[in-house]
């Protein structure tokens, strides 16, 4: 085929994914995007009237200044880096679970049922029980669609993201019900919880964050040591190749997403015991989806989920904090937020990909 029928035929860009990329030169795209991002965000504080450096300053103050802004800071952590290795878990086999928000919910409100039904029993009983009802709900909630998708072949992506607002709409039928309420009002709300269905504080902050780091090394171990963590890995690569080598891909993909789901609930269960003290419409507070970016940024590891879901919980605490402190109204510091994390993804983008455009050397040479 001549040169000109071929350009003629091809795209002027065409997107190709890389074989690999050195990784020094992987982390030098992420410090370029970094900078990027540092740097855009500045013109949008200098536009709106401010000092960039002092805003910054005043960001890392919010977040890690004080005893009380760490505890916060690693308060918001907790969620996101539990949540985020759960995602993980589905998208290393290729299952785009997004319905993290509603498997929060099912998991916060199994607990929250435990709390209000049976706060006369001691209180490590309890906190076992809305712990394990937890995990169960949520693990139940997200086999809904992994059953879905190992039967039928239905899309994952949309049938995760429908039942979000399932259980967001079943949490406001339970704030109108008087044996939910605080019979002392007749406001539509859940009751606040006894102290016996409580979590523990350590440091300031209650106990989840060892679960979390609990949850760290053992996924970490699940997923590098066992079998079913190979079987995973398999399943993400190839399906057809999964089965060829005996594998049941439809008893994988469901065993796995009750597993990414159950952490997803265990994590509502930490919000209503030890954030919130009760179950709200806001319990999962767009933390299934803000997990998704922490699931990518670490690239499904779970010891780097951990840097990254500080990193974003840093940027949220230290984005309230300038709200105050330099009077920035909330939608430029959340539009501040999103710009540094939307140059951090999109770095990943030229780290995985590369454009080749027409009549390239590299085309030419291929041709």
């Known amino acids: 085929m001549s040169k000109e029928v071929r350009e003629h035929q091809e795209p002027l860009i065409r997107m190709v994914k890389r074989a690999s990329m050195e990784a020094k030169k992987a982390w030098l795209i992420r410090g370029i995007a970094f900078l990027c991002a540092i740097v855009t965000g500045g013109l949008l504080i200098l536009a709106l009237g401010h000092n960039p450096f002092e805003v910054y300053g005043s960001m890392i103050q919010g977040a890690f200044g004080k005893k009380l802004a760490i505890q916060e800071t690693v308060k918001l952590t907790i969620p996101l880096l539990i949540t985020g290795i759960g995602i993980s878990l589905a998208f290393k086999m290729r299952f785009w679970n997004i319905g993290a928000e509603g498997q929060i919910l099912a998991g916060a409100i199994a607990a929250s049922s435990i709390a209000i039904y049976f706060d006369h029993l001691p209180h490590t009983i309890v906190l076992l029980l809305m712990g394990a009802a937890a995990l169960l709900a949520g693990g139940i909630y997200g086999m809904i669609p992994a059953f879905f998708k190992a039967k039928w072949n239905t899309n994952e992506t949309l049938f995760t993201l429908m039942m979000n607002y399932i259980a967001l709409q079943f949490v ?76 049941s891909v439809k008893r994988i993909l469901i065993r796995t997403m009750f597993l990414s789901a159950a952490l997803s609930g265990l994590v509502g269960f930490l919000q209503v015991s030890g954030s919130d003290g009760t179950l709200t419409e806001t319990t999962a507070g767009g933390v299934g989806f803000t997990a998704i970016t ?19 919980a840093m940027l949220e605490r230290g984005s309230n904090s300038i709200q105050t402190s330099h009077n920035i109204p909330a939608s430029a510091a959340d539009l501040l937020t999103g710009l540094i994390l939307f140059f951090m993804l999109g770095c990943e983008f030229f780290i995985n990909y590369q454009l080749i455009f027409r009549g390239s050397r590299k085309e030419e040479a291929n041709g």
């Open 172 to 247: 406001i039928f339970l704030e109108h019900q008087a044996s939910w309420q605080d019979s002392r009002s007749t406001f539509p709300k859940i009751r606040m919880f006894t102290d016996v269905a409580r979590l523990p504080k350590i440091f300031g902050v209650h106990i989840g964050w060892i679960i979390a780091l609990l949850i760290v090394v053992a996924a970490f171990l699940y997923l590098t040591k066992t079998k079913h963590g190979y079987e995973i890995s398999v399943v993400g690569e190839s399906a057809n190749t999964a089965r060829y080598a005996g594998m």
């Open 294 to 312: 922490v699931a990518w940024l670490g690239h499904m590891n779970p010891f780097a989920m951990v840097v990254v879901s500080l990193f974003i």
